[in-house]
Nanobody, 115 residues
Framework: QVHLVESGGGLVQLGGSLRLSCTIT????????IAWYRQAPGKQRELVASISSGGKTYYAESVKGRFTITSDNAKNMNYLQMNSLIPEDTAAYLC?????????WGQGTQVTISS
């Protein structure tokens, strides 16, 4: 099975930057994609960004140009670089691994932008 652990969340100023990390352990060979979602109170879970094993990326319109998703396969890690942060980015961020066994989720890391 696959285990995911997010880190890097915290409280940042409006316009600031933050890099979230997703550490992936377990059966990583068959992971097809890594995705970042965010969940804010009273809102639907939102797909923020994803990257496939082939390197194809997707970004939500709300974060395109500000967020960048990257994978470091040698370190079994995935990163979500977040720049120009705005209050609407405040949410719990979760990473997801998609594999033949199914989908696996981390516990989440909280990101709060102060205005």
């Amino acid at each position: 099975q696959v285990h995911l652990v997010e880190s890097g969340g915290g409280l940042v100023q409006l316009g600031g930057s933050l890099r979230l990390s997703c550490t992936i352990t377990g059966s990583t060979a068959n992971i097809n994609a890594i995705a970042w979602y965010r969940q804010a109170p009273g809102k639907q879970r939102e797909l923020v960004a994803s990257i496939s094993s082939g390197g194809k990326t997707y970004y939500a319109e709300s974060v395109k140009g500000r967020f960048t998703i990257t994978s470091d396969n040698a370190k079994n890690m995935n990163y979500l670089q977040m720049n120009s942060l705005i209050p609407e980015d405040t949410a719990a961020y979760l990473c997801e691994a998609v594999s033949w066994q199914g989908d696996y989720w981390g516990q989440g890391t909280q990101v709060t932008i102060s205005s």
